[in-house]
């Protein structure tokens, strides 16, 4: 269950259902061509296939590229050319579905159905922009970390080789002193029991590392 919830809200869901309406969108135009082309015969109804394939491919690209569609930087990613398509496909399915005629509870079904399509086709190139930029984020945030993960990896590398100098300059230093404050003693035992109270930092210096 959780992984067709999983599906239903991922970006592939939405990729999907945008193809499954690009098909009918197809569909629709290609029929709308085949009856208004001023042509006869063969040639009219492969013209309608062939147009009605620049126009949903045109429409597709539209939809995958809407945030490139600002007029300006200040304002919504492609708000304009979403609502030029969301009249695009009320236009389309108005001729479509031809909802002038029929009695008036026909007219009301076609009216309400090419207005649902409308939103459909609106709703679907918002959510797929929106889930598009999502997985951009994501893929940028799991980038970042990857960096972080890098860099941690190699400062601990480096504390690593400062805790080896810091091990080795203290062995090199006369067992009686303490290396932090500089104090003698008469042994190591009494130096050894001063460091744990000893408050002062070591300082090391380059050439010592």
């Known amino acids: 269950m959780?992984?067709?919830?999983?599906?239903?809200?991922g970006f592939g869901a939405t990729v999907l259902g945008l193809l499954v309406f690009v098909a009918y969108r197809f569909f629709e135009v290609q029929s709308l061509f085949e009856r208004y082309l001023p042509l006869d015969g063969s040639v009219k109804v492969l013209a309608s296939y062939l147009?009605?394939?620049?126009?949903?491919?045109?429409?597709?690209?539209?939809?995958?590229?809407?945030?490139?569609?600002?007029?300006?930087?200040?304002?919504?990613?492609g708000a304009w050319?979403?609502?030029?398509?969301?009249?695009?496909t009320i236009v389309i399915n108005a001729y479509f579905w031809d909802v002038t005629k029929g009695d008036n509870q026909t007219i009301f079904f076609k009216s309400v159905l090419v207005v649902f399509l409308g939103i459909t086709d609106y709703a679907y190139n918002h959510l797929f922009v929106s889930s598009w930029m999502d997985k951009q984020?994501?893929?940028?945030?799991?980038t970042s970390l990857s960096q972080l993960q890098a860099k941690e990896s190699d400062l601990r590398a480096k504390v690593s080789k400062l805790s080896t100098s810091l091990s080795e300059l203290i062995a090199r230093q006369d067992p009686k002193v303490c290396p932090r404050c500089g104090k003698a003693f008469d042994n190591s035992n009494q130096r050894n029991g001063h460091l744990r109270s000893c408050q002062k930092t070591l300082?090391?210096?380059?050439?010592?590392?």
């Open 51 to 77: 147009i009605a394939f620049v126009v949903v491919f045109s429409l597709l690209i539209f939809s995958a590229n809407l945030d490139k569609f600002k007029l300006n930087r200040f304002e919504d990613s």
């Open 203 to 209: 300082k090391i210096s380059n050439n010592e590392l």
């Open 137 to 142: 984020s994501l893929n940028r945030a799991f």
């Open 81 to 88: 050319i979403k609502w030029v398509l969301f009249l695009f």
């Open 2 to 9: 959780n992984a067709i919830a999983s599906f239903l809200t």
